[in-house]
């Protein structure tokens, strides 16, 4: 979740603090999406008791959360299939390099050669191919898992 950093998040509060409700509204325009939407509420259910307030952020976080892990299993998926692809493109490579020996025998080294890219380019690409979708993969569960206990600890708290 990105959310804006301390310096546009005090001088929203420090608006909140002087000049009231309703010049914050206002100032919300200046944060990025997800500090609106966490501050909007806040704002929104201001009168609220205190319990209520948490119920409805804590709605808001999981909502967020969910909005940018929606993706992670496609990129499972993703990570997870390029190998193969990569291990079928040098399966026709070779197929290929076969048939050119079936044909010109083993005497031509150019045209046997020729094959040769048709069978490493993919295995290469297959091969490197996960390696980005793997980081998002790694980062997101892992910092939902690092964020998901404060959060909780927050909200039971009360």
């Known amino acids: 979740m990105a959310v804006d950093g301390q310096h546009k998040i005090k001088a929203f509060l420090a608006v909140l603090s002087s000049e009231g409700v309703d010049k914050a509204r206002e100032a919300l325009q200046s944060l990025g999406p997800t500090s609106r939407e966490i501050f909007a509420r806040g704002l929104k259910s201001i009168d609220e008791p205190k319990e209520l307030l948490e119920e409805h952020l804590y709605a808001v976080l999981l909502r967020q959360r969910l909005h940018f892990e929606r993706r992670l299993p496609?990129?499972?998926v993703i990570a997870t299939a390029a190998p193969l692809m990569g291990l079928?493109?040098?399966v026709m490579?070779?197929?290929k390099t076969f048939a050119l020996i079936t044909v010109?025998?083993?005497g031509n080294a150019g045209k046997l050669a020729s094959a040769s890219p048709r069978c490493s380019s993919p295995q290469n690409?297959?091969?490197w191919s996960p390696s980005p979708p793997s980081l998002p993969m790694a980062s997101f569960p892992t910092a939902s898992k690092r964020t998901s206990p404060s959060l909780s600890a927050t909200h039971s708290s009360s």
């Open 104 to 106: 010109f025998g083993t």
């Open 125 to 127: 690409s297959g091969s």
């Open 93 to 95: 490579g070779m197929v």
């Open 74 to 76: 496609l990129l499972a």
């Open 88 to 90: 079928l493109g040098t």
